[in-house]
């Protein structure tokens, strides 16, 4: 996989974040193959790269309480 240009993204968190921060992830979107992801305490640190059918199978198992958030 080629690196991808990341520098004028706009990342978003959850609606469901709390404002104080908290364990949070943010994910920007416009990749259709991928979803980066990265922590949202560590906004200059390490960005995870996912498949977009990977990240998309996570977030319905969240949705659907597969998986606890």
């Given at each position: 996989?080629?690196?991808?240009?990341?520098?004028?993204?706009?990342?978003?968190?959850?609606?469901?974040?709390?404002?104080?921060?908290?364990?949070?992830v943010?994910?920007?979107?416009?990749f259709?193959?991928?979803?980066?992801?990265?922590?949202?305490?560590?906004?200059?640190?390490?960005?995870?790269?996912?498949?977009?059918?990977?990240?998309?199978?996570?977030?319905?198992?969240?949705?659907?309480?597969?998986?606890?958030?």
């Amino acid at each position: 996989m080629q690196p991808i240009d990341l520098s004028a993204v706009t990342w978003r968190k959850s609606t469901y974040s709390n404002p104080d921060g908290g364990a949070c992830v943010e994910v920007c979107d416009g990749f259709p193959a991928v979803v980066p992801v990265r922590d949202s305490k560590d906004r200059h640190g390490p960005v995870l790269v996912v498949a977009a059918g990977g990240w998309a199978s996570f977030v319905d198992a969240l949705k659907a309480g597969v998986l606890r958030a």
